[in-house]
């Protein structure tokens, strides 16, 4: 089951996370996003160390670290 969170409007977002190569380095990091529909890579709790935050003006979720 994909972590979900609903923000301030109402609207439901899914929590994933993705392994990118970085190109100047070309080491690999993961990034954690959020999307309306469950999709490939959904992750089933928040990573530690990271806290949700919503931006009040948009309403967008995102991961912040403590």
């Known amino acids: 089951m994909a972590y979900s969170h609903t923000n301030s409007r109402g ?4 929590l994933h996370s993705k392994d990118v190569q970085l190109r100047g380095s070309g080491r690999t990091q993961t990034i954690y996003y959020f999307a309306k529909e469950v999709k490939a890579g959904s992750m089933d709790s928040i990573p530690a160390g990271k806290t949700i935050v919503e931006n009040e003006r948009t309403g967008l979720v995102f991961l912040k670290g403590k």
């Open 11 to 14: 609207q439901t977002y899914y």
